[in-house]
């Protein structure tokens, strides 16, 4: 038996929706939206072998923290955002999230 089990579906629907809520009080652009962070924040949850003792705390740490490494790619490329993009660049960057994505992941 794993914590995840343990977990009230009122318990999971709080958490989702302060991981949207989290996400929208950040104010960067990035080439994701906050439903995006949101989503990878709670699949991030689920990957946790032992339950965090602070779950609010630790979802405004995990959205945090991919925001700040999105900025940093955005960064590295330029600060260049979608709209400057090539189609080529575009179709990679798409590539490069879509293979960090964990749910992808076998």
Same mark, same amino acid.
Not at 5 to 24: F, G, M, N, Y
Not at 49 to 61: D, T, Y
């Given at each position: 038996?794993?914590?995840?089990?343990?977990?009230?579906?009122?318990?999971?629907?709080?958490?989702?929706?302060? +991981?949207?809520?989290?996400?929208?009080?950040?104010?960067? +652009?990035?080439?994701?939206?906050?439903?995006?962070?949101?989503?990878? +924040?709670?699949?991030?949850?689920?990957?946790?072998?032992?339950?965090?003792?602070?779950?609010?705390?630790?979802?405004?740490?995990?959205?945090?923290?991919?925001?700040?490494?999105?900025?940093?790619?955005?960064?590295?490329?330029?600060?260049?955002?979608?709209?400057?993009?090539?189609?080529?660049?575009?179709?990679?960057?798409?590539?490069?999230?879509?293979?960090?994505?964990?749910?992808?992941?076998?």
């Amino acid at each position: 038996m794993t914590w995840h089990s343990e977990v009230t579906p009122a318990e999971w629907d709080e958490w989702q929706k302060l +991981a949207r809520k989290l996400s929208k009080s950040k104010k960067q +652009a990035t080439s994701l939206g906050p439903e995006d962070y949101a989503s990878q +924040a709670i699949e991030k949850l689920l990957q946790q072998e032992n339950r965090p003792a602070n779950i609010e705390g630790w979802l405004a740490l995990t959205i945090k923290r991919q925001y700040m490494d999105r900025f940093k790619k955005i960064q590295a490329r330029g600060g260049a955002s979608n709209r400057d993009l090539t189609d080529e660049q575009w179709e990679m960057e798409m590539v490069s999230h879509a293979v960090r994505s964990p749910s992808l992941m076998i």
